[in-house]
């Protein structure tokens, strides 16, 4: 990326917490803007488009996405919905042919700025993947702690805290509480997605990346699944990709649809499934393609 496509921000401007009384232990990142007006957008994407090699996979993409709010990205399979979701927090980066171009901005942060560190964006802005995937030979507590203890936190208190806070955070509490040390692959397909959302959650993101999250999951899980992203949204910015349009509606207050890699068209949920305005976006949403 040219120095034209990337504009510096200091990494340390990432994160200035307020003074409020005795200093607060250190913690792996910057406390969420959980008080941020939903009016505002969390993340602002322009003139986005990414290519692998030769292949350009999204073209020219501008959206605002808003805080403290859902938004579901819909459209059929190739379109570059997850190659969207990934370019959000710099997933590409680990793919050696990827290469992105235009702007994305964090609360107004330049997230690709040239002296921001990738390990910092992602972890203030979160993934959680198609197929859950907890570390098979760690216990349930140790997988919700890891990003921490990578992070260098040591503290027993802060992670013991941490560990609570974020299985409540994610409905998995009640249902684990007793065996935090049992294996997480011991648990149902839907708990250990819900326990790879409190993994993400531990480290405190302002932004939480959702990739096809209940793909994989029965009618009972999904459900869950979707009831905890309506409790989330209450203090986190969340971005869905899922094919199932009735989730897309149920779930989300704004959708975005895509088709070969363009943005056809992006507004209010209830604006794109009872009124869409171009013919494309109704032509998917009511099943006659896709």
Not at 246 to 274: C, K, M, N, P, W
Request: hydrophobic share 40%; glycine share 6%.
């Amino acid at each position: 990326m040219s120095p034209e496509e990337t504009k510096s921000v200091p990494a340390g401007n990432a994160e200035k917490p307020k003074a409020a009384g005795p200093k607060p232990e250190i913690k792996p990142a910057p406390a969420a803007p959980v008080s941020a007006p939903r009016s505002i957008s969390a993340l602002t994407v322009k003139n986005l488009s990414v290519f692998f090699g030769k292949h350009q996979v999204l073209k020219s993409v501008s959206l605002d996405i808003q805080a403290r709010a859902v938004t579901a990205i819909i459209g059929p399979s190739g379109c570059g919905k997850s190659t969207f979701l990934r370019s959000l927090n710099r997933m590409h980066e680990l793919v050696p042919e990827a290469r992105v171009e235009g702007d994305i901005r964090l609360f107004g942060k330049d997230i690709y700025g040239k002296n921001v560190e990738p390990v910092i964006v992602r972890r203030r802005v979160g993934m959680v993947f198609q197929k859950s995937n907890p570390f098979p030979t760690m216990s349930i507590g140790d997988n919700v702690t890891v990003g921490l203890r990578l992070n260098g936190i040591r503290n027993r208190a802060l992670l013991t805290e941490r560990t609570e806070q974020s299985l409540r955070m994610a409905a998995l509490w009640d249902e684990v509480k007793d065996r935090l040390n049992s294996p997480a692959i011991s648990l149902s397909g839907g708990q250990q997605q819900r326990l790879c959302i409190a993994r993400a959650l531990a480290v405190q993101p302002e932004v939480l990346l959702m990739d096809e999250p209940a793909s994989a999951l029965d009618p009972l899980a999904t459900s869950k699944i979707e009831d905890l992203i309506h409790q989330l949204k209450k203090d986190y910015t969340i971005v869905i990709v899922t094919h199932n349009m009735q989730q897309a509606a149920r779930a989300s207050d704004h959708t975005a649809f895509f088709y070969l890699g363009e943005l056809v068209e992006f507004g209010t949920t209830a604006h794109i499934f009872t009124s869409p305005k171009q013919k494309r976006t109704e032509d998917y949403v009511t099943g006659r393609f896709g």
